[in-house]
């Protein structure tokens, strides 16, 4: 009889430590409980560098990080759609997730409600959390005796073939400032602000920058007088304590978000919300002002000293509906223009 009993209570015993191993399964599957978050990023080693760790500290959460272009983590969560691996894309650009609106859980951190209008998660699934503006880098020495505060002062005969600009059709950041100069002049289907893009295209005397960091660089070596490029390496470069000032056109200059979304069926999704949550917070964007050269996305956020608050540049508003459905339309014009002026 003792050696029945014996017999039943380890299989009573057994029977428990199965259910316990199930349970314990089912919520790391769900994501209840799980201390793991998978995050997918074309983010700087800087800016992960200054939000990864101290999640982890803060959470007791551990991070696997998987860093590539965004078109190709993209490409990555539409091939795992079914089975998704990472929990949350951090970076990219807000038409990038737009233009693929099945791939991310809806969620709205509460402090969404925090940030300024324009950068508010309107969509249910994207959170801006840094923004990026164009803007004009200028050779401090070569630009002594001229004066070059707006995009109108591009045109000054002076500057002729010493103006870096990309190529629109090739570079993101020459097409955001195209965008920007149609906005700041008129609008995106304005013959006057098309006619001041005809006037600056013969102010670049044919010259194209071959890439986005040839124009802050070339304007940095005393190649060029002005470049129009955008504020994250630019700052740096002010940083770093080289020869360059940032002018922020008077008519106005755009700012965009890098976005953050959960990936859809995301595994680990308690701890994805969390991660949403926390780039929002003050203490995070107060690091992203002062420590990066990225332009935090809350508005009373720090900024350092080789930031100018945004609060002092007259920002104006893309309308990125219309700009992410007529890109290819745009780029083409400023194509068709700029071979037309040669």
């Known amino acids: 009889m003792k ?33 793991k978050l998978v995050v997918y990023s074309p983010n700087s080693e800087g800016l992960m560098n200054a939000t990864i760790p101290l999640f982890e500290e803060t959470y007791g959460i551990t991070v696997e990080v998987i860093q590539a272009g965004t ?25 990038q997730y737009i233009a693929n609106p099945d791939l991310w859980e809806p969620y709205v951190s509460p402090a969404d409600s925090t940030l300024p209008e324009a950068y508010q998660n309107v969509s249910g699934f994207t959170t801006s959390y840094v923004l990026d503006g164009s803007l004009l ?27 870096a600009m990309g190529d629109p059709a090739t570079s993101s950041s020459a097409f955001a400032q195209l965008t920007n100069i149609l906005l700041a002049k008129g609008g995106y289907e304005s013959e006057e602000a098309w006619d001041f893009v005809a006037k600056l295209i013969e102010q ?4 194209v920058a071959s890439g986005s960091s040839n124009i802050y660089k070339s304007v940095a070596d005393g190649e060029m007088v002005v470049g129009l490029s955008y504020e994250d390496p630019c700052a740096q470069l002010v940083k770093d304590g080289a020869n360059v000032e940032l002018v922020y056109p ?39 002002g002062t420590e990066l ?7 009373d956020a720090a900024t350092a000293d080789y930031m100018l608050p945004i609060s002092e540049i007259n920002t104006i508003d893309e309308d990125r509906d219309y700009v992410n459905s007529h890109k290819d339309e745009i780029a083409k014009k400023y194509t068709d223009l700029f071979a037309k002026l040669q």
């Open 3 to 35: 050696k029945f009993l014996s017999v039943f209570l380890v299989f009573i015993m057994l029977l428990s430590g199965c259910s316990s191993n199930t349970d314990s399964g089912s919520k790391e599957e769900d994501g209840t409980g799980s201390k």
């Open 71 to 95: 078109g190709e983590l993209i490409k990555r969560i539409q091939s795992e759609k079914d089975d998704p691996y990472a929990d949350v894309l951090f970076g990219g650009a807000h038409s």
């Open 137 to 163: 880098i200028v050779n401090k020495d070569l630009a002594a005796n001229i004066t070059i505060e707006s995009y109108d002062d591009l045109l000054n005969p002076e500057l002729k073939g010493k103006i």
């Open 204 to 207: 670049l005397d044919g010259k």
């Open 250 to 288: 008077t008519e106005g200059a755009v700012y965009l978000p890098a976005t953050s979304g959960i990936i859809k069926d995301a595994k680990n999704m308690e701890n994805a919300k969390l991660f949403i949550d926390f780039i929002l917070t003050k203490e995070v964007q107060d690091i992203f």
């Open 293 to 299: 050269t990225n332009r935090p996305v809350l508005a």
